[in-house]
């Protein structure tokens, strides 16, 4: 069994900065692309930004020159960090993991339980 944990949410003015970290933990053979969603009430869970397990990164163009996507492979963790926040990032973070579990030969997608972010002043 597979878990994604996050963490990192909050409340922070506007240009202020968060850092999301997001954990993988469990029975997991290896993971391919690890990325950050976003969804506020009433839209579409959206993608913010995704790191391949080679490094190859892609971003929202909302978040371009703002954010940064990062992991740690040997610690399964995923990171965010997100400066110059304005309130139209104000949302629920999700990490989602593609992830070959131990004993399996296909890779399933993962998701953690969110976590809020809110810009606010």
């Known amino acids: 069994q597979v878990q994604l944990v996050e963490s990192g949410g909050g409340l922070v003015q506007p240009g202020g900065s968060l850092r999301l970290s997001c954990a993988a933990s469990?029975?997991?053979?290896?993971?391919?692309?690890m990325g950050w969603y976003r969804q506020v009430p009433g839209k579409q869970r959206e993608p913010a930004a995704v790191i391949h397990s080679g490094g190859i990164t892609n971003y929202a163009d909302s978040v371009k020159g703002r954010f940064t996507i990062s992991r740690d492979n040997a610690k399964n963790t995923v990171y965010l960090q997100m400066n110059s926040l304005k309130p139209e990032d104000t949302a629920v973070y999700y990490c989602?993991?593609?992830?070959?579990?131990?004993?399996?030969?296909?890779?399933?997608?993962?998701w953690g339980q969110g976590t809020q972010v809110t810009v606010s002043s």
């Open positions: 989602k993991a593609d992830v070959r579990p131990s004993g399996s030969s296909w890779y399933w997608d993962y």
């Open positions: 469990g029975s997991i053979f290896s993971i391919n692309a």
